[in-house]
């Protein structure tokens, strides 16, 4: 058993100083911010640029929605090896930029191919702002709220989606009811409406740009740099005196005989380190697999099948953005409360159940309404589990000394998993019909719920020294 003197920054409280805390947590969630806008815009543009491009098979749709998710896995790989050499918050800016240029990039396409180079160059923005902004904040974070912290991510990754999203139902808001293709294609909404869906993402770019430049370095980088009095200012700004040379004790305790300053991606096999690993990447791949995100990519064909047409599918798109943002008020709420592995394992048996009863509906022809609030009870059981908990678990278990080359390598699955998910589910759709995806789904839930039940401890108000201690000593 092990103990923890009264001395350890996971208990010291009184002096956090909350509102710089959140200031700098809500800055670089931004990150999120985009990473859930630039990923959701496509899906309400897809109906128009699939009739600009003249995209006819499941393959081309599956690439074009996908593509992108080749440079998140880029992104990412590069954020553990380039974040450990230049500092969280250089790599941080650089996603900001990329944001902007590929944003415009993807409004000026005037064909196929360059469309898809912009989208995958996007996806190298997402892949580094999906691993740096929940591991900074984890890292700046005090521990008993660092749940809190870094579901705020989260929390602006669904603002993003759903900003998207009701950008998208605007600017399409009076296409005629009963449009054909010939109709789209050729009128504002097949030629330009689309190009400003992508366009507006580079207004936000600009501002996370901005606001990177007024947050400090992670105090854990620094520390690990072999820079630790400007780690110990960060953290006494964050905590004060008494929090920041407890913390920085603590840091230096896990580093302490390391060899810190050149970490290879082969030092994640070692044996103590190989266990943690298989749990961040397992829960990574089964927060992709779970199949939410197929709801999010591909509403248009799922609303279909129940009966919509495409004026209603993009307003039932924006109810599935409302019902995300209420339901990760409640993760804000409870994870650091409840703690992860309940969350998690609610989060996957609920998924199994209500994905059974979808396939149940497509199968007897059930549409309209039963569908719509079937979909809008999985998203909201994913908004409070899996879409918060699995960012804030694979930030917080891996050790100081590897954090970053090991969180590149979970969110590099993740990506890798989102890939194989978004390709194949037209495919899936078109053999097995909506009705067996979900099946397969509901499985893969359940696959998930026995991983979760015999792999994942309780991480909840621990510092990060303390988990590392727990996890890997």
Not at 297 to 308: D, H, K, L, Q, S
């Amino acid at each position: 058993m092990i103990t923890h003197s009264p001395t350890d920054a996971s208990n010291l409280k009184a002096q956090i100083n909350l509102g710089y805390i959140w200031l700098i947590s809500s800055v670089a969630a931004m990150g999120g911010l985009l990473f859930g806008w630039d990923w959701v815009v496509i899906g309400g543009a897809k109906p128009f640029f699939q009739r600009y491009f003249e995209l006819t098979s499941e393959a081309q749709i599956g690439w074009a929605n996908s593509c992108a998710l080749i440079g998140c896995l880029f992104g990412s790989l590069a954020a553990g090896a380039l974040s450990d050499k230049f500092g969280r918050k250089r790599l941080l800016i650089l996603a900001a930029v990329i944001f902007a240029v590929t944003s415009v990039g993807n409004a000026l396409a005037h064909n196929f191919s360059i469309f898809i180079a912009w989208r995958m160059l996007g996806g190298v923005a997402i892949g580094l702002a999906s691993s740096l902004s929940p591991m900074y904040i984890s890292e700046v974070a005090p521990a008993q709220m660092r749940g809190k912290l870094v579901a705020i991510n989260q929390l602006t990754i669904v603002v993003g989606v759903l900003a998207a999203q009701l950008i998208n139902w605007y600017l399409v808001r009076n296409l005629p009811a009963g449009a054909t293709d010939e109709f789209i294609k050729n009128s504002w909404f097949g030629q330009s409406g689309w190009r400003w869906m992508f366009g507006l993402t580079a207004a936000p770019s600009v501002l996370f740009f901005i606001g990177m430049f007024l947050v400090p370095e992670s105090p854990r980088w620094l520390a690990k740099n072999g820079r630790a009095e400007e780690a110990q200012a960060i953290l006494k700004k964050i905590g004060g005196e008494a929090y920041a040379a407890a913390a920085t004790a603590e840091i230096k305790s896990t580093l302490a005989s390391e060899e810190i300053q050149h970490v290879r991606f082969r030092d994640l096999l070692e044996p103590k380190m190989r266990k943690v690993l298989v749990l961040g990447v397992g829960l990574a791949v089964f927060q992709q697999w779970c199949g939410i995100n197929s709801i999010f990519n591909y509403a248009e064909e799922i609303f279909r099948a129940a009966g919509y047409d495409i004026s209603t599918v993009l307003k039932n798109i924006a109810w599935t953005g409302s019902v995300n943002l209420l339901f990760t008020f409640v993760a804000l709420g409870t994870v650091d409360r409840a703690g992860r592995r309940p969350l998690m394992l609610l989060g996957a048996a609920g998924l199994a159940v209500i994905y059974t009863v979808m396939g149940f509906c497509y199968a007897q022809h059930v549409q309209g309404l039963p569908v719509l609030l079937l979909v809008l009870a999985a998203i909201g059981c994913y908004a409070m589990s899996l879409a918060p908990v699995t960012w804030v678990v694979i930030s917080e278990i891996f050790p100081n000394r590897i954090r970053g080359a090991a969180m590149s390598v979970a969110v590099s699955a993740l990506w890798i998993a989102c890939f194989l998910l978004t390709y194949t589910f037209p495919i899936l759709n078109a053999k097995l019909g909506p009705a067996g995806t979900f099946w397969l789904y509901a499985a893969i839930c359940v696959a998930g719920f026995l991983f979760i039940f015999a792999k994942l401890p309780e991480t909840k108000g621990k510092t990060l020294e303390q988990i590392e201690r727990d996890l890997v000593d």
